[in-house]
């Protein structure tokens, strides 16, 4: 009798164990462009293809009213050809033109802030399609006094597991795409926190055309 006690109660545990593994940690969101969130296993279609990109359009948002630490993570091991690039969290990495798990950049959202944009796209070579995961994952962050200033950092330990999204590309008719005319104007230009700038800054640009189309450009 006092054997299947035990067994009752860790089964019980494992139980409990799995249903905490489980839970999804929300303390980060993918929003659309319209700000809108895109719930935890959801699958979105990009069909639409942007001076040589296949943008997501999508950015990250903290929920909370506290600084959170976090990195997007990047399964994309069924792309067929070209390359695929990320700048979540603040900061561009190098294209990734190899099929493999990939992690962003590392950085600090602050709490209540405007979400931010991931500017993540498939760049192809001809057309294809295909499927990645993106997930959002929460880090700790890292504190230490430096001749008594308390700075901060971000740490390495995984301490929650944000939503996962499906993003399915499709470029299936490279003719069919418009070609850009020479009317085409710039109408606004935003940094990577989504604030609007009066004039071009140094560093990286996202640019709204006047077709409604974004781009990216880099200012030195």
Known sequence: ????RIFTLCISLLLLGTAAFAQVDETFQFVD??????????TIVIDKLEEGQMNTGLAIKNTTTADAAGVMKCDISSMPNGTFQSCAFGQCLSPWNSAGQ??????????NSQPQPI??????ETY?????TLQLVQLNIESQSVFG????????????Y??????KFVYQDPAGIDAPTASLQPTARYNLGGQKLTAAKRGLNIVRMSDGSTRKTIVK
């Open 162 to 167: 944000g939503p996962k999204i499906t993003v």
């Open 128 to 132: 294809g399609e295909w499927t990645c």
């Open 119 to 124: 500017l993540t796209e498939w760049i192809p």
């Open 1 to 4: 009798m006092r054997m299947k």
């Open 33 to 42: 462009a319209q700000g809108n969130v895109v719930e935890n296993g959801a």
């Open 149 to 160: 200033i308390v700075q901060t950092k971000v740490g390495t330990e995984e301490i929650g």
């Open 102 to 111: 990939y992690d962003s950049y590392k950085a600090i959202l602050s709490g």
